[in-house]
């Protein structure tokens, strides 16, 4: 049964006088466009609806932005963490408590489509001459533990997968999401067409909000509560629309 309005407030205040005595901290890191820095302040589709949540709970806690993979670390060790997004995997499932999921995501392998060699198959992908993903994180990891001989861990930041395969530097990139690759295709001014994603998917998860082992559950339980309102409401959908638009080239069988 969905939370309603009334087990939404009784949630919002029971946790209300723990939260205010003692604030929670939320972290994120860069990952467009779910949660990524402009002009000076925390933006994306994550952080609408964290923010949108909030209103709806009365939390006011401040939104960090930490380098990449810091803010696991800091959800980690650090009491009362909340963190977005992150992808809750078995190996994780035990460590947090969850909110969510906030969205769905699948990761797939861009090419250039003008390249020479289209890849279509998972034995082409093991084989070609290089791909390049971040230096760090779960995608690095998930792709040398399926046997992925052939990663070029060069880029720290995501801007450089971009840059590098328009520049000839390597001929496939993995990181992104199809929101993610939409996201700086217009960051960096890549026309429609230019990109090619190869069908394949690689990764799907869902994403969530972590929180700290010593989280009051009241509040763990009112974040779920208001996330289910945004859900049922249709407010959920509708942020997640604003950040999905197309602007790659996809293989015929994937439309």
Do not use: C
Not at 36 to 48: H, I, K, L, P, R
Not at 110 to 118: E, I, K, V
Not at 154 to 176: C, F, N, P, W
Not at 223 to 231: D, F, N, P, T, V
């Amino acid at each position: 049964m969905k939370p309603s309005i009334l087990s939404l407030a009784l949630l919002v205040l029971l946790h209300d006088v723990l939260a205010r005595a003692t604030p929670y901290q939320v972290v994120t890191e860069e990952w467009a466009p779910y949660n990524y820095q402009d002009e000076g302040q925390v933006a994306g589709m994550a952080t609408e609806i964290v923010r949108a949540i909030m209103a709806l709970t009365g939390d006011d806690f401040s939104i960090r932005l930490t380098p990449s993979m810091r803010a696991t670390q800091v959800l980690r060790n650090q009491p009362r963490t909340i963190m977005y997004s992150l992808f809750r995997t078995p190996e994780r499932e035990d460590q947090f408590k969850w909110v969510g999921p906030i969205a769905e995501e699948s990761i797939y392998p861009y090419q250039l489509a003008s390249a020479a060699q289209p890849v279509h198959t998972l034995e082409q992908l093991l084989h070609a001459p290089r791909i390049t993903t971040r230096h760090a994180g779960l995608m690095p990891a998930l792709l040398q533990s399926l046997g992925f001989n052939n990663l070029d861990r060069s880029a720290t930041e995501s801007q450089q997968l971009y840059r590098m395969l328009l520049a000839g530097r390597t001929e496939i990139i993995i990181g992104d999401s199809d929101a993610g690759v939409a996201y700086y295709s217009r960051q960096l001014g890549i026309a429609p067409g230019t990109l090619r994603r190869i069908p394949i998917e690689l990764y799907r998860s869902s994403l969530y909000i972590a929180f700290s082992h010593d989280s009051d559950d009241a509040l763990v339980a009112a974040w779920s509560a208001a996330l289910e309102q945004l859900r049922s409401s249709g407010e959920l959908q509708r942020i997640q629309r604003r950040y999905r638009e197309p602007g790659v080239q996809w293989p015929a069988e994937t439309r």
